[in-house]
């Protein structure tokens, strides 16, 4: 009997993320999965990667500039493209991929405006490929376990939404840090974080957004905020003044981190990305605070409010419905870039697992006319909560003849509707308007 059909994948941006592919094919699905070839535009990002395989039990594959993306998949052959650049380049490859013959599939968001999402919902339409999209956070069993609560109806046709997401400073403080920094690389951190959980609502409720009005600004990081506060500045980067460095709870040390240091450090001479720039210097274009009115097509609407500064990370919402009223609230083990985790986290039981380890779960159903009742939720092991293992088996393995009661895999339209919301919300702080979004794009 023949085996598994064993699909080629090659990974486009080598940064930290693209070591949660490779190192999960190699380690779980290597009878399913094969990565014949990564690009990336700096060379010394690749040979680490090549590096990490071979740690990890593969062997080294053909490295490619980004330049030669196109003779890439023409020596290669991939099947697939797995896309884990910048966020202004992901319409890039995904395009480029489909028009190659090749489906996509790229980390989240999608893409970042309104045009390139565009280009790909036409690119999408006439090469016959599909791009699909990586939302981790619909395979956690608690956020599986809230869509199935509402999809039974127990608390009726849901009405409305308030939802509270807040990043804790070692999370938080890292967007600041990075590329991401940038609002013309990454859309904000309500393009790159919040995404998720505009993509949950629209999975909880089973809707697409319809408006969206926003306030937000940056509040708490850049210099101007640190020196109104008398935080002392120490330098566009961390590296810049070691010393003052070494007391302040936001810096990071990409020496005394290997993988950082292999991967961003060391290869600072190729394309003088810096990874460990100070969150209270200047140069910071995106918001960290957020105020928001999201409506639906299902007549629901959503509050919504998010901050990069706070003590704990995770998130309270409100689900009010027909029949009663559900509340969620979860608190999560957050993010720690290198080794800053234990200086600048206040999580309750230090949980320095997984990214999105959940180290406290409660979800309360509210009756209109009983009592009261808690329900149980399964914890899950790996990253954000369980949804990594979950989404990757998924992505990996399953035909496409295999059904997921919960219908979780996201493809362009729901990421694109996701996305739709960031866009709604960066042109509704410049116009101090409300957007009507679905008539940025025709899908």
């Given at each position: 009997m023949a085996g598994p059909t064993v699909k080629r994948y090659v990974i486009v941006g080598m940064g930290v993320r693209s070591a949660f592919y490779y190192q999960t094919i190699l380690l779980d699905f290597r009878e399913y999965a094969e990565v014949v070839g990564v690009c990336d535009t700096n060379q010394t990002r690749m040979d680490a990667a090549n590096d990490r395989m071979i740690e990890v039990g593969g062997s080294r594959v053909p490295t490619y500039k980004d330049t030669a993306?196109?003779?890439?998949?023409?020596?290669?052959?991939p099947d697939v493209v797995i896309v884990t650049t910048i966020d202004k380049f992901h319409h890039v490859y995904c395009i480029r991929a489909m028009e190659l013959g090749c489906d996509a599939i790229t980390e989240k968001p999608v893409t970042i405006d309104e045009e390139k999402l565009q280009a790909i919902i036409d690119t999408e339409k006439q090469t016959g490929r599909h791009v699909r999209v990586l939302f981790n956070y619909r395979y956690s069993?608690?956020?599986?376990?809230?869509?199935?609560l509402i999809k039974s109806g127990v608390i009726g046709e849901v009405t409305s939404v308030h939802m509270d997401w807040i990043l804790d400073c070692a999370h938080g403080s890292d967007f600041m840090r990075r590329w991401h920094r940038e609002k013309a690389n990454s859309g904000g951190i309500q393009m790159h974080k919040s995404i998720h959980h505009f993509d949950l609502v629209h999975f909880w409720l089973g809707t697409s957004p319809e408006s969206v009005y926003c306030?937000?600004?940056?509040?708490?990081?850049?210099?101007?905020?640190?020196?109104q506060r008398g935080v002392k500045y120490t330098g566009e980067r961390y590296l810049d003044n070691e010393k003052e460095s070494a007391k302040d709870p936001f810096a990071i040390s990409l020496k005394d981190n290997r993988e950082l240091k292999a991967l961003y450090l060391d290869a600072e001479h190729e394309d003088g990305y810096i990874r460990d720039g100070n969150c209270f210097a200047d140069g910071i274009t995106i918001e960290d605070t957020l105020s928001m009115v999201v409506t639906y097509a299902n007549g629901a609407s959503m509050t919504y409010n998010t901050y990069a500064y706070a003590p704990w990370e995770g998130y309270h919402a409100v689900f009010n419905g027909t029949k009663g009223r559900m509340e969620v609230d979860l608190v999560e083990g957050g993010y720690a870039a290198g080794n800053n985790h234990d200086a600048i986290t206040a999580n309750a039981n230090g949980d320095k697992g997984k990214q999105g380890a959940v180290e406290r779960t409660k979800i309360t159903v509210q009756p209109l006319w009983a009592e009261p009742y808690e329900v149980p939720v399964k914890r899950g092991e790996g990253g954000h909560g369980g949804g990594d293992p979950l989404l990757l088996r998924d992505v990996l393995i399953t035909s496409k003849k295999d059904e997921d009661e919960f219908s979780r895999a996201?493809?362009?339209?729901?990421?694109?509707?996701a996305v739709l919301v960031g866009v709604g919300i960066n042109h509704s702080m410049k116009t101090g308007l409300p957007v009507k979004v679905q008539e940025l794009v025709r899908w």
């Open positions: 993306f196109d003779r890439m998949i023409k020596e290669q052959k069993p608690h956020h599986t376990k809230v869509r199935e306030v937000g600004g940056l509040k708490f990081y850049g210099r101007e905020n640190a020196e996201a493809f362009l339209r729901d990421g694109g509707n």
